[in-house]
């Protein structure tokens, strides 16, 4: 007998990053924080007065390297908190930019944590 296949969730990367959302049928946009990443979703914070709700449709302007990008997304599930996201990404550079930011955060970290260990080890 066949058991229903269960996918793992996709690895996520904490964040602090400010980006702008629109809600599909919106003319203007909103400011909130993407708290985690992943090549298929993330947590947006927003403030309480913009809570969205499950199935809304957003575009996510996210800029990395000085690139700017548009990227899809439908609301999964909301807390007074904010919002997870599941991405929908149209084409292969959707997913390209969230993977350069994904790649940007863990490179800036690494070399933070470098920094830290040659201060450490001068000091010691």
């Known amino acids: 007998m066949n058991e229903p296949s269960v996918t793992a969730p996709s690895r996520r990367i904490p964040l602090q990053m400010d980006?702008?959302?629109?809600?599909?049928?919106?003319r203007r946009g909103?400011?909130?924080?993407?708290?985690n990443i992943s090549l298929t979703g993330a947590f947006l914070e927003t403030p309480i007065k913009h809570l969205l709700a499950p199935n809304d449709k957003l575009t996510i302007t996210i800029l990395v390297s000085g690139r700017s990008r548009q990227i899809a997304a439908h609301v999964v599930w909301n807390s007074d908190r904010g919002c997870g996201l599941k991405f929908l990404p149209i084409n292969?550079?959707?997913v390209q930019i969230v993977d350069d930011l994904m790649y940007f955060v863990e490179t800036s970290r690494e070399s933070q944590r470098n920094v830290l260990d040659d201060i450490?080890?001068?000091?010691t």
């Open 19 to 26: 980006v702008e959302y629109r809600r599909s049928y919106a």
């Open 30 to 35: 909103e400011k909130g924080c993407l708290k």
């Open 120 to 123: 450490f080890r001068k000091v």
């Open 92 to 94: 292969g550079r959707d």
